[in-house]
């Protein structure tokens, strides 16, 4: 067991798949000789070499095509892209080319690769470097998406999404980077699909991905000691494939769901399990689910609006404890 | 084979040579048998194509290559198997140059079950992996970075084979040919990249939108690549200008660009009539139509009229042959519509 962060995750996870088969190549821009702008690849480059470790121009067409084209040849490649915001200047690729071509050419053509990408605010970066985009994959069919919240996570969902035989989105959060977790020795290998129940409770559910699990945590505890509200919290993990037996498992013990998202408002990832809920539980509820989000708003930069754009601690406090007692 | 009963050497290397080198020359009688007869079935399936949609057989778009054959014909017959097709939405000729059954072709057309993709692609996507044609993109550019990736893996791995790229004139004005041509520079990639210039974008003549005479070739110098400029009406010269470009490619010697002039008869896509086009130009290609000039070509080098026609009259009749098939086909079955959206052959995206 060792002590490590979310950004040294990022890749012993890559290194983990890259030493197990000779046809994982990764690439992006400035990933190899500079380690990543986040440093988060730092040291592949030297294990790996250039041929495996590829530094890219700053193309993020040629980036995302050129590993579509790798992957339906015989190669598993991880591509980076810098920043979520960036799939907007790809997204051909990534709502027309992976997920469709299996589907139209009948299953001749396979695509099996990792898109990597930070994603996510707390940087103060503003409104086109800090976006939480996991709903525009999760709109796709033929994709997979994942958001780990851990360390661990980070390398066991990697090795999953390597070797899984579909097109994977994996969204890496850029303020958890820093974050420390404990992590296993040897290989780990997660599954996609599967949610996790991070902290078990019986009075409401908590959904939560990403930056907003360790949010979502803090919360618990505080609800918990100030109200005596015992949440149990759901670390979504994926969103495509969605493990709704977890998820559903969970709102019919407690009988009471909220969500705490990232993303603006509007189709986030909590509006679709909110509404499976309602299809499939809805008897379950003591109470109208909660979705706990950012407003339907560009992210501002400065920090005491970013601050209160994303949902923080006491927000999530007050909301479940103010819908908890109505 | 023809009367007189010569057979060609082929791949002498003479490059350029003139018809007085003979039949021995560098392409050699059975590669002009196979080239024409290549253009004439894709002449004659587009036709047929053509006519089965104004019998309303064949539903949604589709994007004729007809004047285009040489273009087709000639790069495939320079490939080796293994090598890669990337097509765009005109993408039936290079589809059926790699050999690909024209029943297959026309019964995607016709959104049959017998069709390529089984009716889940349609005529803007045929795709045959087992022919090496790795599907027919319909988002302009898409391809270009994608055909690198596919060269990527043959650098990589050692493979010998070449990804082969097809696209329009109007693909050279759109980001993704730019960040390719780089990329497949910069890494000196075993990649071909073909621009058919038909001297229209869609509806628009291209030189109204582009800021220099030639699309693709004289962008090429921002690449480090040469520029090549070929008639693409004449098979011979699409078929030596293929050949130099995939030599280069399998030697290391990394991409090349090559823009083919030619004219597509027809207009943009099926609900085009082209009335965009001044009165006479059309006429003016059809004098310099690919298949006419290689007829005359076969003749030149002292094949028969009989061994034409009998290449004439064998299309035709396969033609006709896959059109009853396809006809007779039953639709996809209902049960598609959910299968290969993932890997395990299914849609689901939940437990």
């Known amino acids: 067991m060792a002590e490590l962060t979310y950004r040294d995750a990022v890749a012993r996870g890559i290194a983990q798949e890259m030493t197990r088969d000779p046809d994982v190549i990764f690439l992006g821009e400035d990933v190899g000789k500079a380690g990543g702008v986040f440093k988060a690849t730092v040291g592949l480059y030297e294990q790996f070499g250039p041929r495996r470790v590829r530094d890219c121009p700053i193309s993020e067409q040629a980036i995302l095509g050129a590993a579509m084209g790798a992957a339906m040849t015989g190669l598993k490649p991880i591509a980076e892209i810098m920043f979520s915001d960036f799939f907007a200047v790809c997204f051909d690729y990534i709502a027309n080319e992976f997920p469709k071509s299996r589907y ?127 949440c149990e919290v759901v670390d979504v993990r994926s969103l495509v494939p969605l493990d709704t037996q977890t998820i559903l498992g969970s709102v019919g013990r407690t009988h009471r769901l909220f969500t705490v998202e990232e993303n603006p408002r509007l189709c986030g990832w909590g509006a679709e399990i909110v509404s499976i809920v309602a299809d499939e539980a809805f008897y379950d509820l003591d109470g109208p689910p909660v979705r706990i989000t950012t407003p339907h708003i560009p992210l501002p930069a400065a920090d005491i609006l970013e601050d209160i754009a994303l949902p923080n601690v006491d927000r999530i406090v007050d909301r479940v404890h103010r819908s908890m007692s109505s | 084979m023809a009367k007189n009963g010569a057979r060609a050497s082929g791949g002498n290397g003479a490059q350029g040579a003139s018809i007085d080198a003979g039949i021995n020359d560098d392409i050699g009688e059975d590669m002009r048998l196979t080239m024409y007869r290549l253009q004439v079935e894709i002449r004659e399936s587009e036709q047929r194509a053509f006519d089965l949609f104004l019998q309303n057989l064949v539903k949604g778009t589709s994007h004729l290559s007809l004047g285009q054959e040489a273009v087709a014909a000639g790069f495939a017959a320079a490939m080796k198997p293994g090598d890669l097709s990337f097509c765009t939405y005109r993408g039936h000729a290079h589809t059926l140059a790699r050999g ?252």
């Open chain 1, 104 to 230: 139209m050419s009948n299953g001749q053509l396979k695509c099996p690769l990792v898109v990597r990408t930070g994603n996510g605010a707390g940087s103060r970066f503003g409104a086109q470097h800090s976006q939480s985009v996991e709903n525009w994959a999760m709109m796709i069919p033929g994709l997979k998406v994942v958001a780990p919240s851990t360390p661990r996570d980070v390398i066991g969902l990697m090795a999953a999404a390597v070797r899984d035989p579909d097109p994977v989105i994996f969204f890496e959060h850029k303020s958890l980077y820093p974050v420390k977790g404990e992590v296993p020795d040897g290989e780990i290998v997660d599954q996609l699909g599967t949610a996790k129940i991070v902290r078990p409770g019986k009075d409401a559910t908590i959904l939560a991905l990403a930056l907003m699990v360790p949010r979502a945590l803090a919360a618990a505890e505080k609800l918990k000691a100030e109200h005596g509200i015992d």
């Open chain 2, 100 to 351: 690909v059954p024209i029943e297959k072709v026309l019964g995607e057309l016709m959104q049959r079950d017998n069709g390529l993709m089984r009716g889940k692609g349609g005529s803007m996507h045929l795709t045959s992996a087992e022919h090496g044609v790795m599907g027919s993109y319909a988002i302009i550019g898409a391809h270009l970075p994608i055909a690198c990736g596919a060269a990527l893996r043959a650098q990589y791995k050692g493979d010998s084979d070449v990804a082969v790229c097809f696209f329009g004139d109007g693909t050279t004005n759109i980001g993704a040919f730019h960040e390719a041509l780089n990329f497949a520079a910069v890494w000196k990639l075993p990649v071909v990249f073909v621009c058919e210039n038909n001297l229209y974008m869609e509806y628009t003549p291209i030189s109204e939108v582009t800021a220099v005479e030639h699309p693709a070739a004289d962008r090429a110098a921002a690449y480090g690549l040469e520029r090549i400029i070929v008639d693409g009406n004449d098979a011979d010269a699409v078929y030596r200008a293929a050949r130099t470009a995939y030599d280069k490619a399998r030697a290391g010697g990394g991409p090349s660009l090559i823009e083919c002039m030619t004219y597509r008869h027809s207009g943009h896509s099926r609900a085009d009539p082209a009335k965009y086009r001044p009165e006479g130009e059309l006429d003016k290609w059809k004098e310099r139509d690919p298949i006419k000039i290689y007829r005359e070509r076969l003749r030149q080098f002292g094949i028969g009229d009989d061994v034409i026609a009998q290449i004439d009259v064998d299309v035709k009749r396969r033609v006709d042959e896959a059109t009853e098939k396809c006809k007779a086909a039953p639709p996809p079955s209902l049960d598609l519509l959910t299968t290969d959206v993932y890997a395990d052959g299914g849609f689901a995206w939940r437990n």
